[in-house]
């Protein structure tokens, strides 16, 4: 691994005056979910636009000074830039100005839902996680767990919740994946350039940049901080690679889950205890403290240090506050999963803390232990984070259940059923992922007020979402094919260039021109190419795949994308696998394999195809968000009764596979799995698909779509979740947290001496 050298310099856009402020809308990401600003851009130049990666600000400062002349003096363009702009300031409560153009640029004026409903509440929120999945430009995300992150701050924004987040710069994105001749995947790691992203450098009022240290062994790490601006949210990135920094821990943004144990304790040092040091230096005060997985759980010790600091607390004290306003989200349902280093590690990392926290080496280390008296046990990210939060959460109602019988053993005397672990499932931000063409449908059937719907939890949302019903068959299907035509345009082009990059025969490369059939039945399957997930599955019946797909009257075509971790060569076998496999003759034209999955691939699949299977070993997949995405375009999923679709699914709005029997053998397992999935394609999907009408339309698969889209988008998305983590969690731990450091912190020595008389009584018990 190398450290990238330290840049300096930066591209300054020569913005006409007239045209000044699209850097202002370049730099605040809203343009991810605001239409109307992105197509601004893309209007610019949709070939820079195309080439930069769809990034607006590497644009502004590579664009010719004549197209931005051009643009000046096109009424039309400057009557759009106007347009965003005003929409921009009234979002941002700037202005309160008439709504623009109509009701629906009004849609997010300048009070959003939290300030209406809890006026002057001064609850403050800081979110941590490892990876953000804001957009395609910015590499700093590597699957679902940054994608949940992303659309969770996008849909703070909208409703107003006073959330702060904070993260890792990566100096080197997440990889990109390429296939080579054979089908085995390679990465390449591009740069993430900071000066030519959406993130402006912290600075102080003198303009040096804002800077915090965090110890290490004979050491200091030293760290800046970006931020980007997700909408209202402010999300602050550390980047450890500045002159004061040693080489050595440069290395702790360097690279997203580095596989290097000694790497990842310095990074997630960097993320909790740096993180919480930045929000000071910064002047935010959050009373509640949101890990989005463990790895940010150091935080936790970190803020016990500083209240036993600020409020001369003791360690159990100062743990008491610390907890009331912490909240643990867990993501993993395998215990193989759960990141953990080694006692010589933390010891390493840790030990002049101990005595600092006044605590024991073994007090501390049972803070990460299942059986505080094991000795050979890891130190486990997750146990930390459930013991210094409030409120620990799964993400789905399922994973909820599995995340109470796996941790059971951190509370002996309970039944697994009273284990305090709930759940909120996940959800995604519906403006990112709706397809403009379907945008258009929600916003002429469902009226202006379509988004705030989901947050309200009265009988009104219902109400606004079924009005999905409203939508004349017709005009949704021709929508839909809109989409799936894009999609296969898409792929053939993206098939083309991958192949011409593998160096394949010409021939070759030309027959991608006509591959796949704008007008077939389009499976997707996208997602990482983990065993658990089966991307492979179908291909255990090769016979049946054959019939299924080269049916001549109901032909069926598939799409698959994602990648493998880096070190999982069983993960890229399975990739090796499909693309050996779709290179045969008979499969070539209905078998596609697309690069990179990321989240612009992401947005093309999940609004285009006809059905997103999902087929991972129940119970596995703690939630999956990709379906989600599906169905608020009308994308009906197709999937085994696991995570959000174990509580989700019913006859009529999609299709499952399997049942909920748990079986001890993985290969019966799959075998069994394997004939329900063809069997349900053959007997449910195809026909549904294909059966038409005098008028061509396939009635009972637009009956579908449309029950899909009301009744999972109302829930499925992350406003009713945002929401749920506000109303449940942030608004009570704030509370909890403010009474326990009330009065000279009054509460906490009561409760922490309290705990302690119990404990001495339980012993004599
Ligand atoms: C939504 C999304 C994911 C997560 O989807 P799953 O259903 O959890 O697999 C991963 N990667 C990208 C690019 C996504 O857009």
């Not at 309970?414 to 709706?434: F, K, R, Y």
Request: hydrophobic letters at 40%; charged letters at 25%.
């Amino acid at each position: 691994m190398t450290v990238r050298p330290i840049q300096t310099f930066t591209v300054t856009p020569s913005v006409p005056p007239a045209l000044a402020r699209l850097v202002d809308i370049a730099m605040n990401v809203r343009w991810t979910w605001d239409r109307d600003a992105l197509d601004l851009f893309r209007r610019l130049d949709p070939s820079l636009w195309e080439a930069t990666g769809h990034n607006p600000c590497l644009m502004l400062g590579s664009i010719g000074q004549d197209q931005l002349d051009e643009a000046v003096a096109d009424d039309g363009f400057v009557a759009q830039y106007e347009r965003v702009c005003e929409s921009l300031d009234a979002y941002m409560g700037k202005s309160v100005s008439a709504p623009v153009d109509g009701a629906l640029h009004n849609l997010h004026a300048s009070r959003p839902w939290f300030s209406k409903s809890h006026p002057g509440n001064p609850l403050q929120v800081a979110y941590f996680s490892m990876e953000f999945g804001l957009t395609e430009c910015m590499a700093i995300y590597s699957g679902g767990l940054g994608l949940l992150a992303g659309d969770h701050l996008k849909s703070a924004s909208d409703l107003g919740v006073p959330l702060v987040a904070v993260g890792l710069a990566y100096q080197e994105g997440y990889f990109r994946q390429y296939l080579n001749a054979d089908g085995w995947q390679g990465e390449l790691y591009p740069d993430n350039d900071f000066y030519n992203l959406p993130m402006t450098l912290e600075r102080r009022p003198d303009g040096s940049p804002v800077k915090v240290t965090v110890d290490l062994p004979g050491r200091v790490l030293t760290a800046q901080v970006w931020r980007v601006q997700v909408g209202r949210v402010p999300l602050l990135l550390l980047d450890s690679n500045v002159p004061e920094t040693e080489e050595r821990d440069r290395v702790s943004s360097l690279r997203l889950y580095s596989g290097d144990r000694d790497i990842r304790i310095r990074q997630e040092i960097l993320l909790g205890v740096g993180g919480m040091r930045a929000l000071e230096a910064l002047g935010f005060r959050p009373q509640v403290y949101h890990m989005n997985e463990g790895h940010a759980a150091f935080l936790g010790i970190e803020r016990v240090r500083r209240l036993m600091e600020e409020h001369h607390l003791n360690f159990d004290e100062a743990r008491e506050v610390a907890s009331a306003g912490g909240v643990f989200t867990t993501h993993t349902p395998v215990p193989a999963g759960i990141d953990k280093f080694v006692p010589e590690l933390v010891d390493q990392y840790f030990g002049s803390w101990y005595g600092r926290l006044g605590v024991s080496r073994e007090q501390f280390l049972a803070l990460g232990r299942e059986n505080p008296g094991n000795n050979g046990e890891q130190f486990s990210m997750a146990i930390l984070a459930i013991r210094l939060a409030g409120a620990t959460n799964g993400v789905s109602r399922l994973h909820g259940d599995v995340s109470r019988r796996m941790w059971s053993r951190l509370w002996p005397d309970a039944p697994v059923d009273e284990v305090p672990i709930g759940s909120i499932t996940n959800g995604v931000h519906a403006l990112s992922w709706i397809s403009a063409d379907m945008r258009g449908l929600y916003d002429r059937y469902l009226g202006p007020r379509w988004l705030d719907a989901s947050m309200n939890r009265d009988d009104d949302d219902r109400a606004i979402w079924a009005r999905v019903n409203d939508i004349p068959g017709e005009e949704l299907w021709r929508t839909h094919e809109r989409r799936r035509e894009r999609l296969i345009g898409f792929a053939r082009t993206r098939l083309r260039s991958q192949l011409e990059l593998r160096g394949v025969s010409p021939a070759e490369v030309e027959r991608a021109s006509e591959v796949l059939d704008p007008s077939a039945l389009t499976i997707g399957f996208a997602r990482r190419f983990a065993t658990y997930k089966r991307a492979t599955l179908l291909l255990r019946d090769v016979d049946r795949l054959l019939r299924l797909v080269n049916n001549r009257d109901r032909p069926v075509q598939f799409l698959f994308a994602g990648k493998a971790h880096p070190e999982d060569n069983g993960g890229k076998e399975l990739i090796r696998e499909i693309i050996r496999l779709a290179r045969r003759d008979d499969l070539r034209h209905r078998i596609v394999f697309i690069e990179n999955y990321d989240i612009n691939v992401a947005r093309y699949l999940v609004s285009g195809c006809d059905i997103w299977l999902n087929l991972p070993r129940r119970p596995q997949e703690a939630s999956g968000t990709s379906g989600m995405k599906a169905a608020l375009n009308g994308v009906l999923h197709l999937s085994v009764l696991d995570g959000w679709w174990d509580e989700a699914y019913r006859p009529g709005l999609g299709f499952a596979v399997g049942g909920r029997e748990a079986y001890q053998d993985d290969a019966y397992q799959d075998e069994v799995e394997v004939r329900s999935v063809y069997d349900v394609l053959e007997q449910e999907v195809v026909p549904a698909f294909y059966d038409r009408g005098a008028d061509g339309l396939p009635r009972r698969w637009i009956a579908m779509m449309k029950a899909s889209m009301r009744d999972l988008g109302v829930v499925f998305n992350t406003n009713r979740m945002v929401f749920d983590y506000t109303d449940r969690f942030y608004l009570k731990s704030a509370d909890r947290f403010g009474r326990l450091l009330a009065n000279g912190a009054r509460g906490a020595r009561d409760l922490a001496a309290w705990k302690q008389r119990i404990r001495e009584c339980w012993g004599d018990l």
